[in-house]
Antibody
Framework: QVQLVQSGAEVKKPGASVKVSCKASGYTFTNYGISWVRQAPGQGLEWMGWVSAYNAKTNYAQKVQGRVTLTTDTSTSTAYMELRSLRSDDTAVYYC?????????????????WGQGTLVTVSS | QSALTQPASVSGSPGQSITISCTATSSDVGSYNLVSWYQQHPGKAPKLIIYEDIKRPSGVSDRFSGSKSGNTASLTISGLQAEDEADYYCCSYAGTSTFTWVFGGGTKLTVL
């Protein structure tokens, strides 16, 4: 069965960086992409970007462009989300989600399997 | 960039039907079958319930249905049950590109 298992909760100081992992199993990793979605406390879902596991192509939301990097390691079927220059409003639960891609590009906003979420707290 | 507008809350009694709307500000959104819907219970990860405007993933109850007219997509839940009480989000592309996406603000469904 398809599973996405994320790394544990993080506490960071403003200005620091965080890297969250998402290990996939139960499917051919390179046939899909991974999207990252975050949810601030009591708020809605915010799409951050996607990475194709086939060719490492990425696309980011304008709001986080320049501060976020999405990568994959096909040898371990793991995706990573690194967010830099953390601010207090980056405090959120971060989810990875499997995303359909074709030819190395992900063009369907559909997320059929989700990780359990990783709480990132930014506080001085 | 397109935004997706949802009502903040809707409610209904058990057995009734409700509809949640998702209206895009970009006129291009209506040209593509790219709206998906998610159900999220408190403290849980979201769950895909509708994709490509109207399709239902395997295992999702047929009480959930999607539709679209112009720039407005809709999620209808028929035969409301207590377990349907949750937050619901639509998602589509952001208008300038099919590779950049956005979620609606979410709708809290209360089953009375």
């Amino acid at each position: 069965q398809v599973q996405l298992v994320q790394s544990g909760a993080e506490v960071k100081k403003p200005g620091a960086s965080v890297k969250v992992s998402c290990k996939a199993s139960g499917y051919t990793f390179t046939n899909y992409g991974i999207s990252w979605v975050r949810q601030a406390p009591g708020q809605g879902l915010e799409w951050m970007g996607w990475v194709s596991a086939y060719n490492a192509k990425t696309n980011y939301a304008q709001k986080v462009q320049g501060r976020v990097t999405l990568t994959t390691d096909t040898s371990t079927s793991t995706a990573y989300m690194e967010l830099r220059s953390l601010r207090s409003d980056d405090t959120a639960v971060y989810y990875c989600a499997r995303t359909y891609c074709s030819g190395g590009s992900c063009y369907k906003p559909e997320f059929d399997y989700w990780g359990q979420g990783t709480l990132v707290t930014v506080s001085s | 960039q397109s935004a997706l507008t949802q009502p903040a809350s809707v409610s209904g009694s058990p057995g009734q039907s409700i509809t949640i709307s998702c209206t895009a500000t970009s006129s291009d959104v209506g040209s593509y079958n790219l709206v998906s819907w998610y159900q999220q219970h408190p403290g849980k990860a979201p769950k895909l319930i509708i994709y490509e405007d109207i399709k239902r993933p395997s295992g999702v109850s047929d009480r959930f249905s999607g539709s679209k007219s112009g720039n407005t997509a809709s999620l209808t839940i028929s035969g409301l049950q207590a377990e349907d009480e949750a937050d619901y989000y639509c998602c589509s592309y952001a208008g300038t590109s099919t590779f950049t996406w956005v979620f609606g603000g979410g709708t809290k469904l209360t089953v009375l």
